[in-house]
């Protein structure tokens, strides 16, 4: 029997570029205006949002960014905790952190609405930058320098887990980054 | 021409070729033991993540979680899409298989692949989590294991066109394909433009492995993923043509309109293999230009692609149930549709956690600026759950629970199990997919052995809300887990022990047969007219499917909501540019 309705399952006969009921239409046109809706929010959001990955990118070698961290740490190191140098940079300095397994380099100690520019790269393999309790992820991969623009705008104690699978030791890669509200001088206090 | 050994289905009518049943069974049993080897990973995995159980040592959660992420996202899904293939390309066609030989080579080199690579992980030799991201480094012979496993499925692929081509000019079918068929042939070409991607990244690793050449980890990162998330493209355009064809087989669904939903699946072609750029919006490799575009999958046509399906698969379920006076009212063909019938009931599931979940929050997270709060969180194994598992899987389910008796002759045992087995899967699927979402949201990490950090330099204490969600996605993976092993049970046992399927006598009901072959939903002689009615003017712009029209615009509504959401979310965190 042949009928005007077939399943996928059947081959459709003759030809098949009919004219379409006009509920599908509509609705292929509400979901077109929708798609145009989600597209033009990304780059509405680089105009006139507070939050974009663009950041400064370019290619570094390793070893000369692992370089780089430690001059910085050098320049502004205030303090230290649990062996590890806290580094307090003037506001607007270009900051340095270097991912490696299984730590973060070296502890930031930032001021509230300040604007810095975060420096990321790996000295082995990719690792994942996870602000906590922000939320605030990116990806650290070894030969490329990510300079993120950040200004905290809260005053607090973070955290830095890695997200991105980095060795058996994976889990053990945190690191620290503290918000203090006024211009401060000085030792910071250790972790809680 | 080779002499073809043709059986007739003697419930469909159609000509199997005995060289195309065999290779459709072997795929099936390998895809369904790759899925026994991925859930029992999965098990693990969910008892370690709880916390206040934490099962597994820190080396042995990662290789797990390298096991399951193979086992499932590569090796059971390919090698159930490899079936697939063969049977959009002979069976829906009358066709007779190409070339078997060459298709039972090509299955040696797949499960050879697949082996080595299970050997390499399972040995502690392949330590890389799938995602294997240079310069983490794995034993070559991993390597070379998916390199075999990839030819493999290329032979395939070509071998799918080969029927396409071959079967046109001896005449099995003429004029257009089958639409299942269709987007099958999309699934292929994906395939094909996927597993091309997969050699210029696993080679040039391989020899990098031997230590003969270098790969810079960011081009590792974008080449990977034109394999890593457009294999699950594949899943999607072949799941796609399952709906459409568990609709046909359980309820009678019919096509609203083949130019729309074949035009749906050129865009997947077309746009789809953008989408692994998602994964790349927060690395530093590339500039907002190259994300935006790509990301927008050329302004998201292939989001406008799953959102035509979105609507053709149930309108058409919907006016497949009305042309044959199934239920009255906007909803009454979903209220007296075949709930018990597993394939119907895998359907569903599939079409809603996919769209409703998955799909919102796939679009979601893979916008440029909203990643940001989201990359390498619990958030994205919490979005393709969504998709792959209580998506794509459970569709492969219930296809499989219709090829038991129509491929394998058999009937599906453990019936009353089967027919609970959809709700099982999906419904403990979804319960873990939400708390993945929300502890995401916390910051949880993906991929992680001990959020404690318990023995890291500083403390970080996650809110105890993440100690309940942790604990209840265990549940929720328990229990579709659970599900999973009651499909290997039930497919093993059909398949290998089963009960003949004897003598279908259309109108009675038997166990083990799904509804859709012994009450095959035909259409009465009048159906043209019932059809012209359902069209009618009169009907305005509700038209032919007016419940699915409601319920497409409660998705509209939730996928805006979730959507503002999220830019909301983002716009409390520090000022980043």
Redesign the interface.
């Known amino acids: 029997?042949h009928?005007?309705?077939?399943?996928?399952?059947?081959?459709?006969?003759?030809i098949?570029?009919?004219p379409?009921?006009?509920?599908?239409k509509?609705?292929?046109g509400?979901?077109?205006g929708?798609?145009?809706v989600?597209?033009a929010?990304?780059?509405l959001?680089?105009l006139r949002?507070?939050?974009?990955?663009?950041?400064i990118?370019r290619k570094v070698d390793p070893q000369a960014f692992y370089a780089r961290t430690q001059e910085f740490i050098k320049e502004y190191q205030v303090g230290e905790d649990?062996g590890?140098p806290i580094v307090a940079p003037p506001p607007g300095a270009e900051v340095y952190l270097t991912a490696m397994a299984f730590?973060w380099t070296p502890i930031l100690q930032l001021q509230k609405g300040v604007?810095y520019t975060i420096h990321?790269?790996a000295l082995?393999?990719?690792h994942?930058f996870?602000l906590?309790?922000?939320?605030?992820?990116?990806?650290?991969?070894?030969?490329?320098?990510?300079g993120?623009?950040?200004?905290?705008?809260e005053a607090g104690d973070f955290?830095i887990?890695?997200?991105?699978?980095?060795?058996?030791?994976?889990?053990?890669?945190?690191?620290?980054v503290i918000v203090v509200d006024a211009p401060q001088v000085g030792l910071a206090g250790g972790?809680? | 021409m080779s002499a073809a050994v043709f059986r007739t289905c003697p419930i469909t009518g159609r000509r199997i070729d005995a060289q195309a049943e065999g290779l459709i069974k072997a795929n099936a049993v390998v895809a369904v033991v790759s899925l026994l080897v991925g859930a029992i990973a999965a098990v693990m995995l969910v008892l370690t993540r709880w916390q206040a159980v934490h099962l597994l040592p820190a080396d042995w959660f990662y290789r797990i979680l390298g096991v399951h992420g193979m086992s499932m996202l590569i090796f059971f899904v390919i090698f159930f899409e490899m079936a697939v293939l063969y049977f959009a390309s002979t069976v829906l066609i009358n066709a007779r298989q190409v070339a078997p030989k060459t298709g039972w080579a090509a299955f040696g080199l797949m499960v050879g692949g697949a082996l080595l690579v299970e050997a390499m992980m399972w040995g502690g030799k392949a330590d890389v989590l799938f995602t294997s991201y240079v310069p983490l480094r794995a034993h070559p012979l991993y390597y070379l294991g998916i390199i075999l496993f990839a030819v493999g499925a290329l032979i395939v692929t070509i071998l799918f066109l080969a029927n396409l081509v071959v079967g046109k000019r001896e005449g099995a079918y003429q004029g257009s394909v089958p639409l299942v068929t269709y987007g099958a042939l999309a699934a292929d070409i994906i395939a094909i433009i996927t597993l091309l991607h997969g050699a210029a990244i696993y080679i040039p690793t391989f020899l990098w492995s031997l230590g003969l050449m270098h790969v810079d980890p960011q081009v590792y990162r974008m080449v990977w993923w034109a394999l890593g998330h457009s294999s699950q493209q594949i899943n999607m355009a072949a799941m796609v043509s399952i709906w459409y064809m568990l609709g046909a087989l359980t309820i009678g669904a019919v096509v609203l309109n083949e130019k729309i939903s074949r035009s749906a699946f050129v865009l997947y072609v077309l746009f789809i293999s953008m989408a692994s750029a998602h994964h790349l919006l927060v690395d530093p490799g590339m500039g907002s230009a190259w994300k935006v575009v790509n990301t927008s999958y050329f302004m998201y046509m292939a989001v406008l692609a799953s959102m035509i399906h979105g609507f053709t698969v149930p309108a058409g379920m919907e006016l497949g149930q009305r042309l044959r006076g199934v239920g009255t009212g906007l909803f009454g063909w979903l209220t007296r549709a075949p709930w018990g019938d597993p394939g119907f009931s895998s359907l569903v599931l599939s079409v809603v956690v996919f769209g409703f979940v998955g799909g919102i929050t796939g679009v979601a997270i893979g916008t440029e600026q909203i990643n940001i709060i989201v990359h390498n969180t619990l958030r994205v194994p919490g979005h393709f759950h969504a998709t792959v598992v209580s998506g794509t899987a459970m569709a492969f389910m219930g296809a499989t629970y219709y090829l038991i008796p129509l491929v394998f002759r058999r009937r599906v045992a453990f019936w009353t199990l089967a027919r609970w087995q959809p709700y099982i899967f999906a419904g403990g699927m979804f319960v873990m997919v939400m708390a993945m979402t929300f502890a995401g949201s916390f910051g949880v990490p993906r991929r992680h052995w001990d959020i404690s950090f318990s023995q890291a330099p500083f403390d970080l204490q996650f809110s105890p809300a993440v100690d309940v969600l942790l604990a209840i996605m265990a549940m929720g993976g328990l229990v579709a887990a659970t599900g999973a092993f009651a499909f290997v049970a039930i497919a093993v046992k059909s398949v290998f022990f089963g009960e003949p399927l004897g003598e279908v006598t259309p109108g009675r009901a038997m166990v083990g047969v799904p509804q859709g072959i012994t009450h095959p939903p035909a259409h009465a002689p009048d159906v043209d007219a019932r059809n012209a009615e359902l069209h009618a003017a009169s009907r305005g712009i509700w038209g032919p499917a007016p419940g699915t029209l409601a319920l497409v615009g409660i998705f509209l509504l939730a996928f805006v909501l979730y959507y503002f959401v999220n830019w909301k979310v983002l716009s409390f965190v520090w000022k980043i540019g």
């Open positions: 029997m009928t005007d309705t077939h399943t996928g399952l059947d081959a459709p006969r003759g098949w570029w009919k379409a009921h006009k509920t599908e509509m609705w292929v509400i979901a077109f929708w798609c145009m989600l597209f929010m990304m780059p959001w680089h949002g507070g939050q974009n990955p663009s950041g990118r649990r590890m730590q604007q990321l790269s082995d393999v990719n994942g996870s906590y309790p922000l939320n605030v992820n990116f990806q650290v991969v070894p030969g490329y320098d990510y993120l623009r950040m200004t905290p705008t955290r887990i890695c997200n991105e699978f980095c060795g058996i030791g994976h889990h053990l890669m945190l690191g620290r972790a809680r």
